[in-house]
């Protein structure tokens, strides 16, 4: 993980805000501005607090009809914004732009210690706050540690070289979100790039990653197959936005010091791009998971709740946000580091070649009161890929990217999946490590790609033969064989689910499947006639005995 460093927060906020649009130094600083509840509503909540709420059960409705409930978001933040603006036309020498942040409710300004005190006592707002730059300290690659000969060691550990060989789950077809400091499209991650966006400071129009850590963690979630390594989900797509930078602290105090991490503002500018890439309100093209190695262990950020509504928002909309746990244990608090210390946040920690636990590896408790991290993965010594080639990262970093890609081979397998029974099938089916049952060190134990697909397949299998009806198990299995062709996993999932449910299956029901026309299931109809036709095959009676 790239672990936050406290001592650095104040200064680096002072000397690297006036930084936020454009790499620009001078009087002009970077300002988050929250607006009050809407004038006139009766029992109007912040934005910022009933985000969440609005948001609420989205997952559960068509997909345009869930961007489109977003969109309603932007359009009111928007329209807040829109007198705020109008009040600084006549100012332009006294600021450099407005971004805005819906889902915090607010607007991040570049302008002038000067108007940040007019725009504060402006009737409609609740808060200016210097928009604090927060420094991460970022894990640095050695010499493999581990002989390449054989590829990645980690998938061996956590049993994902057999769901991609004998399941033939790669994560095709899904898309899984990445903030971090870029990513370059070359070597094994030539073609992976579904989207890309640029928010640091001096945005670059294609893909980029100067400091090497976010393509050497989405090497590990997605890379292809080489003869030294290989992603754990090559066949999945990544929604890259890139945000963590490398800035120079000025003035006597910083001694000309660098610091790599990122604006809050513009996190959370990336974290509502996350929600609708291409801004296109009709198309459903986020991402279902999103990893993030990244966080902060700073308590007074943690209480300020930057980027809770856009935690909040992911998981309404049904994503999965995956965190690494952090590279040190924050006393102070007793929280792994925020966002992963976030309840509905799967938090990953780190253990080493011997599955011992990494003593980097943050542990702590929820902002609720839950032991995090949420379970396990390597973390020390792992085989990651940059522009410079094959190398060895220890860091919480590259534990999490490993728990989302499985979580992308599970979505390719049934894609139905709700977040929620994706956490669950992630940490239900980790082999328990350290103490008996969930610890602080490991929480549930240490993922495990074939356990979770085990467990997929046979939940999976219940969905399709409880079916109310021949014609709803039909459409149901026509679906299943339609969107998988030959995938081993599909296939057998199809052959399990047609077997349980011909075996019992009634006598009339045979019959109505018999007189069924072809044309309304090709495939899934002879499928099920075939399991019928097999000796193997019960009765309806012989199997209720």
């Not at 105090?253 to 296109?280: S, T, Y």
């Amino acid at each position: 993980m790239a672990a936050a460093r406290t001592s650095v927060l104040a200064l680096a906020s002072l000397a690297l805000a006036a930084v936020a649009f454009g790499g620009e130094r001078g009087e002009f600083a970077a300002y988050i501005v929250r607006f009050k509840p809407e004038p006139g509503a009766a029992q109007v909540k912040p934005l910022m607090q009933a985000l969440a709420s609005e948001v609420e059960g989205l997952s559960e409705r068509p997909a345009a009809r869930r961007q489109e409930g977003l969109a309603q978001r932007r359009r009111s933040t928007i329209a807040r914004s829109a007198g705020l603006v109008q009040s600084m036309a006549t100012r332009q020498n006294a600021h450099r732009g407005v971004r805005l942040l819906w889902l915090v409710g607010g607007v991040q300004v570049r302008c002038t210690p000067e108007l940040a005190e007019e725009l504060r006592a402006r009737p409609d707002v609740e808060k200016v706050e210097l928009d604090p730059f927060l420094s991460v300290a970022l894990p640095r690659p050695t010499a493999p540690r581990v002989s390449t000969s054989a590829g990645a060691w980690q998938l061996n550990m956590i049993r994902a070289t057999g769901v991609r060989e004998e399941l033939g789950l790669t994560g095709k077809g899904v898309t899984v979100g990445l903030l971090d400091t870029g990513i370059v499209d070359a070597g094994p991650l030539a073609g992976r790039i579904a989207a890309y966006r640029d928010f640091t400071s001096k945005p670059a129009p294609t893909p980029t990653d100067p400091l090497g850590h976010g393509t050497a963690v989405a090497s590990v979630l997605a890379g292809a197959r080489t003869s030294e390594g290989c992603g754990v989900a090559p066949g999945c797509k990544l929604v890259v936005a890139r945000v963590l930078e490398e800035l120079e602290l000025t003035g006597t105090a910083a001694a000309n010091r660098k610091v790599v991490g990122a604006f809050a503002g513009q996190i959370v500018q990336a974290m509502q791009w996350m929600l609708d890439p291409d801004g296109d309100p009709s198309t459903d093209d986020a991402p279902r998971i999103v990893n993030n190695s990244w966080g902060f262990s700073n308590p007074e950020l943690l209480s300020a709740d930057y980027f809770r509504p856009a935690v909040d928002a992911w998981t309404h909309a049904g994503i999965l946000p995956v965190f690494s746990a952090g590279n040190t244990v924050d006393e102070a608090t007793k929280h792994t580091f925020f966002p992963a210390s976030y309840e509905q946040v799967l938090a990953v920690g780190s253990v080493g070649l011997d599955r011992s636990w990494s003593p980097f590896s943050a542990v702590g408790r929820s902002t609720e009161g839950r032991a995090k991290p949420d379970l396990v993965a390597p973390g020390a010594s792992v085989l990651a890929w940059n522009a410079s080639g094959y190398a060895s990262f220890d860091g919480t970093s590259f534990a999490a990217p490993q728990v989302a890609a499985v979580g992308a081979l599970l979505l390719e397998a049934w894609p139905e999946l709700t977040r929620q029974e994706l956490f669950e099938l992630l940490t239900s089916t980790a082999v328990d490590l350290g103490e008996p049952g969930p610890d602080r060190l490991h929480g549930a134990g240490l993922l495990q790609a074939e356990s979770a697909s085990a467990a997929l397949m046979a939940k999976a299998e219940s969905k399709l033969v409880s079916s109310q009806s021949l014609e709803a198990f039909l459409a149901a299995l026509e679906a299943l064989l339609g969107r998988a062709g030959e995938q081993p996993f599909a296939v057998r999932l199809a052959a399990r689910a047609a077997e349980r449910f011909a075996a019992a299956l009634p006598p009339r029901q045979r019959e109505q499947l018999a007189s069924l026309p072809r044309a309304a299931f090709p495939a899934a109809k002879p499928y099920l006639l075939a399991q019928l036709s097999r000796p193997s095959v019960p009765t309806a009676r012989a199997a209720a005995r």
